[in-house]
């Protein structure tokens, strides 16, 4: 599943892809798990999340800028909030750069909020800032998907 993945994140994060080799070392991190998104029997979009016990992260989600505004992103933050629930997570966390309106209003619209700020976090120069916001929902109401 790395190849695949690694294909995803490239084409979702241009500037900073991810190469098989990182994808499979954060697969075999314990307590990794993760979703692909299949539209048409194709990919189209990847979540890649950590288990760490009170909480889970999600280390990085992103959906091809082709099926962009479908639902995917959604669908797989769902996804990924209801397994960390029946891993009896309290909350989930992301950093997401302060500049990714997109992405903001996806996780903020579906009940995460700003718990940090993380300032030159992103590296690479395409971002007109490095800057991350680390945002939080809880999952404790959260309604557990079949
Ligand atoms: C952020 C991302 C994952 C959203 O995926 P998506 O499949 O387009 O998201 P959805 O279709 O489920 O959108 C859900 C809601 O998010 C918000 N949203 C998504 N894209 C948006 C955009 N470009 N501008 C404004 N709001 C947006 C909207 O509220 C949208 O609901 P609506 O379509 O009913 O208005 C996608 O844009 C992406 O992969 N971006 C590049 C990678 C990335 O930045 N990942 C997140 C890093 S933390």
Redesign the pocket.
Known sequence: MAGPVSMLHCA??PEAPWNSLTITEIMDITGFFGRI?WVDGMP??FALALDLLKECE?L??????E???????????DSVCSEGRARGAECIV????VD????????V??GFMPVGYRRNYYQHVSRRSGDALVLQRALADLTIQP
Not at 71 to 77: E, I
Not at 94 to 97: G, H, I, Q, Y
């Open positions: 979702c994060f998104a189209a979009g999600i990085s989600l992103g959906v091809l800028p099926r962009r505004r479908e639902g995917v992103g959604s669908a797989l933050l992301l950093e997401v750069a990714n309106s997109a992405a903001l209003a996806l996780y619209g579906r």
